[in-house]
């Protein structure tokens, strides 16, 4: 009897228990796209598991069936359901309106992720705007792979504990949101670069409204949150997670995490909902059954990509990365017959401007690249190019012509080079492709052309795509007389290259180079060719890991009383010298790091954190990749793009294109390329200068 009161009273306790929980309903639509793109089911039970080992109070249920369950009354006593689905036509939620929005109208709330968000107009779309106060709209809406830098959030529970990252995928953007956005408040904003939009109109990837207003510089929400009229209900549309592998990284995950909790009116934590980032095989499992992409046939490859494949042959389950599930995705088309049908094009249009745009593809297609095998019938037509009275056309031709391996070409463009005559920018070009195909006979030119302020600091950087063993001692006793960009610039080349390295960390044992001319980012490369001999000397010194007690030895000296006595002209002095070439910020700067003109600025602990701390957190678009060639050179910079032909670095100063044919070693850093201790390089005076300069609210004044 005792036993039976227990087991009566055990079962009461643990049934209560389960009855206090929160609970969360994820509906998964069908299979769509290739392997690791829109996974459904997948990405719904990640979160879910996510959400009920976080011990919030949550019971999160993914619904075993694909599509509106079967037994509608399992959403009845739902605080909030997300849906991951198709969408537009044949999204899951069509033929269930009406009973859906009776769950809406008792204040169910609603996530919608990805595709989920795209509404046909009419009784769909009217009924978006009601539960979640946006949507995706065909012909309005765009849908481009792009990865935006998410850097201010607004003060929102869905914000808590967010920092800033970057996230490559396929961000929906210029929603249709309720008027005057009244109830809605984004979360993740970007403006997005005019790559976005370079494909022609079309219902999904352009229109003269998405144009105008990228145009005008209008940030886009991609990620929203709705509080109904009634004030009871509460909506969330989430426009990323095509590539399943996006649920990595961590902030990306946790704002959807944070989203849910608020939809569903349970308290957010202070630090937003952390958890585990998924390991490789946690990603492979619960993925939709899809037919693998077939491969090309043999002979339709290109002998230079055939050995590159994105996945190894052995990595069976391995997880692929960002840029790798992006390409596994897209059929590449031969450059041959590419080549044959823009070559043929060429010949039937005869009008200047269309020739000119399909050159100007040509080459974008073909950078970094040389001795292509060009396309059947390229001689005829490059003689006709070639008699152009265009000197766009003609210029572009030379290019060309250059990449085919044409000598009689690069002899034009050494001439050009050579000839002071000659405007500037044709002899950049000229300089550009020349040093592209990595012609020896460049090099003498290159010691002359440094006494040109115009074309210096592009034949400093020439030594470094061209190995000469007379460069450092050319460029060290120069170094004196040339002003501080260009001596960063020296560093900066003369860091790539072993034998230069050797002769640069001499320089700085003399002291004919100071030690504090090396950022770093160059630091960080020398110790990669240099070891111990440069590390024990001049090596990157780690800084205090007791962040709070760094943190506040710098709040300390900025205090009220010591900011008002800054000069902000004088700290943008030394922002120019130690953040600008990375950094824009009122316009000016280089794109290695992310904006600053709308970030945070204005927080001291936002700064200090940033500033003192920088591989904290740091989105991938920042992670620095060390690249190895074929001839030795060695590269540090970010990935900006990445094809199957090219490898596009984003290094400080300058953009560098290296083919994948050249790459020996390629190896991913968890540094950021913004140096830790940068503070530490200041003076007192010095920082806080730039602390004052950094909180401007609009550009001041050079003193």
Not at 59 to 67: D, I, K, M, T, W
Not at 234 to 245: D, I, K, L, S
């Amino acid at each position: 009897m005792l036993k039976l009161l227990f087991s009566i009273s055990l079962a009461f306790h643990v049934a209560s228990a389960a009855a206090e929980k929160t609970k969360v309903v994820f509906i998964s639509g069908k299979p769509s796209h290739g392997p690791m793109a829109h996974e459904h089911r997948a990405g719904n039970m990640l979160l879910a598991k996510r959400l009920n080992e976080a011990n919030l109070g949550i019971e999160a249920l993914v619904l075993p069936e694909n599509g509106y369950p079967k037994d509608p009354g399992v959403l009845e006593d739902a605080a909030t359901i997300v849906v991951f689905c198709t969408g537009h036509q044949n999204h899951l939620l069509n033929p269930h309106l009406r009973e859906f929005d009776a769950l809406m109208k008792k204040g169910t709330g609603v996530v919608m992720i990805h595709w989920a968000t795209e509404a046909k107009l009419g009784m769909p779309s009217k009924k978006f705007l009601e539960w979640m106060g946006g949507f995706c709209d065909l012909n309005w809406s765009v849908n481009p792979h792009w990865a935006p830098q998410f850097e201010n959030f607004p003060d929102h529970p869905v914000a808590n504990g967010l920092k800033p990252f970057s996230v490559d995928d396929e961000w929906y953007y210029h929603m249709r949101f309720v008027g005057d956005l009244e109830g809605v408040t984004p979360i993740l904003s970007d403006l997005p670069p005019p790559g976005t939009l370079k494909r022609p109109d079309g219902p999904r990837s352009g229109n003269p409204h998405v144009r105008r207003a990228v145009a005008d510089g209008k940030s886009q929400h991609v990620a929203w949150a709705y509080e109904r009229p009634d004030g009871i209900g509460r909506g969330f549309g989430f426009t990323g997670a095509h590539n399943h592998v996006s649920w990595k990284n961590d902030m990306f995950r946790k704002v959807v995490l944070n989203a849910i909790l608020w939809t569903a009116r349970v308290e957010v934590p202070e630090n937003g909902v952390d958890s585990p980032t998924p390991t490789a095989e946690e990603l492979q499992k619960n993925l939709d059954d899809k037919p693998a992409r077939k491969p090309r046939p043999a002979k339709e490859r290109d002998p230079k990509t055939k050995a590159e494949s994105n996945v190894s042959a052995s990595a069976g389950v391995e997880l692929m990365d960002l840029n790798e599930a992006r390409l596994a995705n897209v059929e590449p088309m031969n450059r041959e017959k590419a080549l044959a049908i823009l070559a043929k094009t060429l010949q039937e249009k005869a009008d200047a401007e269309t020739r000119s745009t399909l050159l100007n593809g040509m080459l974008l297609g073909l950078e970094g690249q040389r001795n292509v095998e060009p396309p059947d019938g390229w001689r005829m037509i490059s003689a006709q190019l070639e008699a152009d009275a265009d000197e766009v056309l003609r210029d572009r031709t030379l290019q060309l012509n250059q990449i085919f391996g044409d000598e009689e070409a690069t002899q034009k463009a050494i001439a050009k080079l050579e000839n002071v005559d000659a405007g500037i920018s044709a002899r950049q070009s000229a300089l550009a492709s020349l040093l592209t195909q990595r012609r020896k006979e460049l090099l003498p030119i290159l010691e002359d052309l440094l006494a040109e302020d115009e074309l210096r600091i592009e034949a400093i950087r020439g030594f470094s795509t061209l190995e000469s063993p007379r460069a450092p001692r050319i460029l060290l006793n120069r170094y004196p007389k040339w002003d501080s960009t260009t001596q960063q610039v020296v560093v900066e080349t003369l860091a790539t290259r072993k034998p230069y390295a050797k002769a640069l960390l001499e320089a700085l044992e003399s002291g004919r180079i100071p030690r504090e001319a090396i950022p770093a980012y160059v630091a960080r490369s020398l110790s990669a060719m240099l070891g111990e001999a440069f590390d024990k000397e001049f090596g990157v010194q780690p800084l205090s890991e007791d962040k709070e007690a760094m943190i506040a030895k710098y709040k300390s000296m900025a205090t009220p009383e010591a900011m008002v006595k800054a000069d902000a002209a004088a700290g943008r002095v030394v922002y120019q010298r130690v953040c600008m070439a990375c950094h824009v910020m009122f316009g000016e700067g280089g794109i290695v790091g992310p904006e600053l003109t709308g970030s945070n600025r204005a927080d001291l602990n936002y700064l200090l954190l940033n500033i003192l701390y920088p591989n904290e957190d740091i989105a991938d678009a920042y992670k620095m990749v060390m690249v190895t060639t074929v001839d030795e050179q060695t590269l540090a910079g970010s990935i900006a793009e990445e094809d199957g032909q090219k490898l596009v670095l984003n290094m400080v100063g300058q953009k560098t294109t290296v083919p994948k044919s050249d790459i020996v070693s390629r190896q991913p850093s968890e540094f950021s390329m913004m140096p830790a201790g940068l503070l530490q390089t200041l003076t007192q005076e010095e920082v806080l200068d730039l602390f004052r300069y950094m909180q401007a609210k609009e550009q001041v004044a050079l003193p």
